[in-house]
Each structure stands twice: as structure tokens, then as C-alpha cells.
């Protein structure tokens, strides 16, 4: 209880003090919603140490498990994510209706991208320079999101 009544007080003077330090401002404003959630933070530690004592609950939180449900579904919206940037991106250069499918693996808890697959086949190609290469085009916005080299970088046009 003792320390229940200094942690109150240590952080009532916290406010005082940070009243007085901070000018008035927008900054002021966030730095006092984050004191604020600290002071009930700190009045309500102990009713729900003490809730949790009467109910049996564990209140450890080190050993979850990440659901493999979950990543996957992470990564299938972080590729949709970059398939959607890319089409975006050429499309304000000039391709549009095409489809992109990114390969990618999980090795070592990270995400890889195998290969690209580029759908040309209802492509409406209206370059902005008339000088420039549509699959130089493609292959550069597709490298520049992936960083896949033009070998696994695969455009499908037949009909």
C-alpha cells in the first residue's frame, strides 16, 4: 500500500512538472494524453493485480505462440500489396489492364520473393515517351518494389 501511495504522488509531480516545462500546443496536447494513460495505468495496477489473485488468472504474457494461420495471412496481404502498387504505378506510365502474380517464399522468418508473373494478355500499352520499351518499363517498376532480376521476371502475352 505504501508504495501504491509513492507511486501516485511520484507521478502526480511528474504532471506538475511537466505542466510547468511544456509550452502550450498541439505537442503539449499528445504529451499529456500519454501522461494521462500512464496515471490510470498506475491508479489501476493494483486493482488488477488484485482481481487477478482472487480469480487465479495468469497474467504472463511471454509464452504465446504466433498463429502460422496469421503470418500467412500477413504476407498473402503484403503481396497484394506490392502486385497492387505495381499495377497502379504502370498504370500512371501508360500500361494498364494487365495482372501481376508475385511468387514468394518464407525462409528464415523472412519474406522472399521468387519470381514475377506478369498477365499481358488484355495490355493497353499507351506510353508517355513513344520511345520507350514496354517490358523495360514493366521489368524496372517490378524491380523497383521487388528487387527480383529480369531472369525470374516472366511476361505471359500469348492469347
Not at 507511486?7 to 500519454?34: E, H, N, Q, R
Not at 480469480?55 to 500467412?72: A, G, P
Not at 494478355?121 to 517498376?141: A, C, G
Request: with cysteine.
Amino acid at each position: 500500500m505504501k508504495a501504491y501511495i509513492i507511486s501516485i504522488l511520484g507521478i502526480t509531480l511528474c504532471g506538475v512538472l511537466i505542466d510547468i516545462v511544456l509550452p502550450a500546443g498541439s505537442t503539449s496536447k499528445y504529451i499529456k494524453s500519454i501522461y494521462s494513460i500512464f496515471v490510470v495505468a498506475v491508479i489501476l495496477n493494483p486493482l488488477i493485480t488484485f482481481f487477478a489473485k482472487t480469480k487465479n488468472i495468469n497474467l504472463e504474457y511471454n509464452n504465446f505462440e504466433t498463429s502460422q494461420t496469421l503470418i500467412d495471412y500477413i504476407n498473402t496481404q503484403k503481396i497484394k500489396s506490392v502486385e497492387t502498387t505495381i499495377i497502379e504505378e504502370l498504370k500512371q506510365k501508360g500500361v494498364s489492364n494487365i495482372e501481376v502474380k508475385i511468387n514468394y517464399d518464407w525462409q528464415n522468418n523472412q519474406l522472399v520473393y521468387k519470381s514475377c508473373l506478369i498477365d499481358l494478355k488484355n495490355m493497353v500499352y499507351q506510353p508517355t515517351d513513344k520511345h520507350t520499351n514496354k517490358y523495360e518499363l514493366i521489368t524496372e517498376v517490378v524491380q523497383q518494389h521487388t528487387n527480383l532480376s529480369n531472369e525470374v521476371i516472366i511476361f505471359d502475352e500469348w492469347r
